[in-house]
């Protein structure tokens, strides 16, 4: 049974009742802030990445440090500095990384990179327009859902 007001929403299912607030809005236009000119395409394993990150940000005990991502032809560098501890850096190479772009140097929070990454299933696919515009994260195999990631000054 469903019943509506102008104001709720009620779903009776058996002795289990679900009453909702209706919420009066234009949904908003989200299509703005998904980048279309990101031409640096990076493909990376999704296990070795992950693990990559998670090694590199155990250096640091601040959860808003960043995970750097720098980017050469075929050749991914991870690294993550912190003032007490040190520097930590992981290298992907041509085995796990596939990227034909130029040089580029960007930076991310370590907890967003593997809340996407625990999303994807194989091989993920980062679109970068350079080290300061949003980013977008997906499943190489798997188009339908899409991540935008802002980056961090690194």
């Not at 493909?43 to 808003?64: D, L, M, Q, W, Y």
Request: hydrophobic residues 40%; glycine residues 6%.
């Amino acid at each position: 049974e469903i019943a509506l007001s102008d104001t709720r929403i009620q779903f009776k299912l058996g002795p289990v009742q679900l009453t909702s607030k209706l919420i009066d809005g234009t949904f908003p236009e989200y299509e703005r802030v998904i980048p279309r000119d990101n031409d640096k395409a990076l493909r990376v394993g999704k296990s070795e990445f992950s693990a990559a990150v998670a090694r590199v940000a155990a250096i640091s005990t601040e959860r808003s440090r960043p995970v750097k991502l720098s980017l050469a032809r075929d050749l991914l560098v991870l690294s993550a500095s912190s003032p007490d501890q040190g520097t930590a850096t992981e290298e992907l190479d041509s085995d796990h990384v596939k990227y034909e772009a130029g040089p580029l140097e960007i930076g991310f929070q370590a907890r967003y990179l593997n809340d996407i990454t625990d999303q994807i299933g194989g091989e993920v696919e980062f679109r970068f327009s350079d080290g300061a515009a949003p980013t977008i994260v997906r499943d190489a195999a798997d188009v339908s859902a899409l991540y935008v990631l802002m980056p961090m000054r690194v």
